[in-house]
């Protein structure tokens, strides 16, 4: 069975900075496309960023060039490095895996972890 | 970009609810739909635009191609009030969820 345990979430200053994690058991993170989704308050869910088997990485518009995805094949995580962080980026944030059978089909989810932005 | 309609649909136990999802360039059957329950993870209902996911009640049904998508649920349950997305996986990335169908009990 799939399971992906995200934490790291809390209350963080305007500019400040924090690393989600997302343990992942039942698949290897670096053997899927994986990814974060988070939902802001009152809103939708919207793609973050995810990282592609090979490497390769997205990001949002509106998180390029402040936060980092990456994973650690050995620890089997998947992390969210969130710098300069803002008001609107208050949100629960979903760690998603793709489909070990449909790619490009996200097929797991985590509970998610709430980071609250805020003076 | 994924147009969901309504925003919000009102329908009693045991009735049918047909949400829509309208893509803005032809998507193929590359769609996908999740369900989201206050503090749940999203789950995935339906992808391939049409194929049920694993463990998903047969009342839960995928339509559509190219551009234009629904998903019925036939024979409402009270666990099945919760807010729909559709999600387009082609030509990743980027990926788009649309804005979201909530389904309210009437």
């Known amino acids: 069975e799939v399971q992906l345990v995200e934490s790291g979430g809390g209350l963080i200053q305007p500019g400040g900075s924090l690393r989600l994690s997302c343990a992942a058991s039942?698949?290897?993170?670096?053997?899927?496309?994986m990814g974060w989704v988070r939902q802001a308050p009152g809103k939708g869910l919207e793609w973050v960023s995810v990282?592609?088997?090979?490497?390769?990485?997205y990001y949002a518009d509106s998180v390029k060039g402040r936060f980092t995805i990456s994973r650690d094949n050995f620890e089997n995580t998947l992390y969210l490095q969130m710098n300069s962080l803002r008001v609107e980026d208050t949100a629960f944030y979903y760690c998603?895996?793709?489909?070990?059978?449909?790619?490009?089909?996200?097929?797991?989810w985590g509970l998610g972890t709430l980071v609250t932005v805020s003076s | 970009v994924l147009t969901q309609s309504p925003a919000t649909l009102s329908v009693s136990p045991g009735e049918r609810a047909t949400l829509s999802c309208r893509a803005s360039?032809?998507?193929?059957?590359?769609l996908a739909w999740y369900q989201h329950k206050p503090g749940q993870a999203p789950r995935l209902l339906i992808h391939?635009?049409?194929t049920r996911a694993n463990g998903v009640p047969l009342r839960f049904t995928g339509s559509g191609s190219g551009t234009e998508f629904s998903l019925t649920i036939s024979r409402l349950q009270s666990e099945d009030f919760a807010v729909y997305y559709c999600?387009?996986?082609?030509?990743?990335?980027?990926?788009?969820f649309g804005q979201g169908t909530r389904l309210d009990i009437k």
């Open positions: 391939g635009a049409s």
């Open positions: 990282i592609y088997s090979g490497g390769n990485t």
């Open positions: 039942g698949l290897s993170v670096s053997g899927y496309l």
């Open positions: 360039q032809n998507i193929n059957s590359n």
């Open positions: 998603a895996s793709e489909s070990r059978s449909f790619p490009l089909v996200f097929d797991y």
């Open positions: 999600l387009h996986y082609n030509d990743w990335p980027p990926s788009t």
